[in-house]
T-cell receptor, first 117, second 111 residues
Framework: EPEVTQTPSHQVTQMGQEVILRCVPI?????FYWYRQILGQKVEFLVS????????KSEIFDDQFSVERPDGSNFTLKIRSTKLEDSAMYFC???????????????FGPGTRLTVT | DQQVKQNSPSLSVQEGRISILNCDYT??????FLWYKKYPAEGPTFLIS?????DKNEDGRFTVFLNKSAKHLSLHIVPSQPGDSAVYFC??????????FGTGTSLTVIP
């Protein structure tokens, strides 16, 4: 069964460093997402991406964050200068359709745990 | 910003009985709703969704009910199985693809 994969599973970085979290969405999916979950808190939407551009983003997704689909398979989240409060589990997700265009399902990867020290 | 609320942090149910997980929302623009199941150290797994043009959607043991006037949705699992023990999240979206998640309800199905 196709699945979303994410690497690395755990990333430790020092405050101020740049990190790139990588995701391989399901191959025929067209919509891509990043979410985060701070320990003990709810899953929060960061950004959605379609047709090589950001379609929606939340207030969390400020200038420190960027996303890219550098080739036909990878989808990356870059945090330019990490802060302690960026420590969280980051989930990538993908979907074939957009909401409202038919049967909609969104598939999540296993997550990358980012620890900023 | 609690646009989606799951007021019960935990629920215990006997195997074979019905599990009912509840979710309330405040934003009347939400028109699409999803339920996810999450095991520890894994990403959320999609279970079932419902559009605001419907009030019920069924998929096997899972049924989602939507009450738009009350801004309430519920997930029914029947019969409950021990493998259903997990954290369940509801999520809602206004037109577009930005999803707002609830805080989750931890379901324990007792054999």
């Amino acid at each position: 069964e196709p699945e979303v994969t994410q690497t690395p599973s755990h990333q430790v970085t020092q405050m101020g460093q740049e990190v790139i979290l990588r995701c391989v969405p399901i191959s025929n999916h067209l919509y891509f997402y990043w979410y985060r979950q701070i320990l003990g808190q709810k899953v929060e939407f960061l950004v959605s991406f379609y047709n090589n551009e950001i379609s929606e983003k939340s207030e969390i997704f400020d200038d420190q964050f960027s996303v890219e689909r550098p080739d036909g398979s990878n989808f990356t989240l870059k945090i330019r200068s990490t802060k302690l409060e960026d420590s969280a589990m980051y989930f990538c997700a993908s979907s074939l359709n957009s909401v409202g265009t038919g049967r909609y399902e969104q598939y999540f990867g296993p997550g990358t745990r980012l620890t900023v020290t | 910003d609690q646009q989606v609320k799951q007021n019960s942090p935990s629920l215990s149910v006997q195997e074979g009985r019905i599990s009912i997980l509840n979710c309330d929302y405040t934003n009347s623009m939400f028109d699409y709703f999803l339920w996810y199941k999450k095991y520890p150290a894994e990403g959320p797994t999609f279970l079932i969704s419902i559009s605001s043009i419907k009030d019920k959607n069924e998929d096997g043991r899972f049924t989602v009910f939507l009450n738009k006037s009350a801004k309430h949705l519920s997930l029914h699992i029947v019969p409950s199985q021990p493998g259903d023990s997990a954290v369940y999240f509801c999520a809602a979206s206004p037109p577009g693809n930005q999803f707002y998640f609830g805080t989750g309800t931890s379901l324990t199905v007792i054999p």
